[in-house]
């Protein structure tokens, strides 16, 4: 018998062009399009006029075929149907692994066109153009891709790496309030998660950012995406660590999302799973009392409305965060913190703290 072992490294670099009113963008990477047979243009269906016409911006017609394909609107379009209907489209329209995917949407589209495109043809190239704010700062970067399942968060996924991120915050001019402050939950995130030079960006940039300001957005936008990146090259497949921080707040905030049939705006959840990781981090003792106020105001300044969707159904939380995927079969597995910048992962909390912290996050 003959053993081979070769070592895999992604062959792929993470290439992101951040900024505003960018323009021409096959100009800009002539590589990339060089051998593009055929394009389409992924976006949902409730996307506003004005984001397909940005996008035709970027991503001039003429030359090749382009093609546009709509998705149902925010989590309805990640599941594995949407996918093969996506699939099978791009069958139809004679579609090769020469061709490109552009998902153009928020996190949602992103994820989704972004499974459709690790699998089509058992991989073609995509272009990540996130177009909300919890996109450009986080879910149209890194590669992660996913479907959800049985009522669970992102439980069918790859790690397909776009050929390009593309973050055009002239798209965020159309973006309602409500996705300003849900994209302003993992930027509070980022705050609690990253160096003293991106939690001071985001301090002094949250209100702002939360009133639709284009250079507090943009300042924003750059800041979290560098971040982001560096932590994904460090660990492209999430398996040595540096990634894990990302996932700050999101196994209570997955739980929520779930608990509210999909009706609570991600961000929002992920606010909420920050609450409960820090009254978590609170009464387990590594969190002093001070820390506790001044990490809590950053939540607190996002004004959430009230959680009026999420059921609350502690037994059915506790199943849920047990079979996220991030417990690793433990019982249940929560990064907690002990104050900015430090986090430690920790099993087996007990119940009734557990329930202090539902109580606290959902208030
Ligand atoms: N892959 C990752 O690393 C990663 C990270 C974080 C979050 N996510 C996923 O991202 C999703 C949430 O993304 P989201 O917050 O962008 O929500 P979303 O994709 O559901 O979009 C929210 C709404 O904004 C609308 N919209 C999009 N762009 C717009 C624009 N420019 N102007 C006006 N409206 C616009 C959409 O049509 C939709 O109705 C979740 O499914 C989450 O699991 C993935």
Redesign the pocket.
């Known amino acids: 018998m003959k053993i081979f072992n070769y070592t895999i490294r992604s062959s792929k670099t993470m290439k992101a062009a951040l900024g505003r009113d960018l323009a021409d963008i096959p100009a800009g990477f002539p590589a990339l399009f060089r051998g593009a047979d055929k394009l389409c243009i992924v976006?949902?269906?409730?996307?506003?006029p004005?984001?397909l016409a940005?996008a035709l911006v970027l991503f001039p017609e003429g030359g090749k075929p382009h093609f546009r394909f709509r998705l149902p609107?925010?989590?309805k379009?990640?599941t594995l149907e949407q996918a093969g209907k996506l699939c099978s489209f791009l069958f139809a329209k004679g579609f090769s692994r020469n061709s490109l995917i552009i998902a153009c949407?928020?996190?949602?589209?992103?994820?989704l066109a972004?499974f459709a495109a690790s699998v089509y043809m058992r991989g073609i190239n995509w272009l990540s153009v996130?177009?909300?704010?919890?996109?450009q700062i986080?879910?149209?970067?890194?590669?992660?891709?996913?479907v959800?399942l049985g009522g669970a968060?992102?439980i069918a996924?790859t790690f397909h790496q776009p050929a390009l991120a593309v973050c055009d915050t002239a798209?965020?001019?159309?973006?309602?309030h409500s996705?300003l402050r849900?994209?302003a939950g993992?930027l509070v995130k980022y705050a609690m998660i990253g160096p003293g030079s991106l939690a001071r960006t985001v301090r002094t940039h949250l209100s702002k950012t939360l009133a639709g300001d284009r250079a507090a957005l943009t300042a924003c936008v750059s800041a979290c995406a560098a971040y982001k990146l560096k932590l994904a090259a460090k660990d492209e497949r999430d398996e040595a660590g540096a990634r894990e921080a990302?996932n700050f707040g999101h196994t209570a905030g997955?739980a929520f999302?779930a608990l509210s049939g999909g009706r609570l705006?991600?961000?929002e959840a992920?606010a909420r799973g920050l609450r409960f990781a820090l009254i978590a981090s609170r009464e387990s003792g590594l969190l002093n009392a001070e820390r506790f106020a001044a990490m809590s105001a950053l939540v607190d300044a996002l004004r959430l409305p009230p959680a009026a969707a999420v059921r609350r159904d502690f037994r059915r939380f506790l199943g849920l965060v047990s079979r996220d995927k991030k417990a690793r079969g433990a019982e249940n597995r929560f990064l907690l913190t002990a104050g900015p910048g430090r986090l430690r992962a920790v099993e087996g909390l007990k119940p009734a703290l557990l329930k202090k912290a539902f109580e606290g996050a959902l208030k």
Request: hydrophobic share 30%; no cysteine; glycine share 20%.
């Open positions: 976006a949902g269906a409730d996307a506003p004005s984001l940005r609107p925010s989590e379009a990640k949407g928020g996190g949602a589209v992103t994820d972004g996130p177009t909300t704010f919890l996109g986080d879910a149209g970067l890194g590669g992660k891709t996913a959800n968060k992102n996924g798209f965020l001019d159309s973006l309602p996705e849900s994209g993992e990302l997955h999302e705006p991600h961000g992920v």
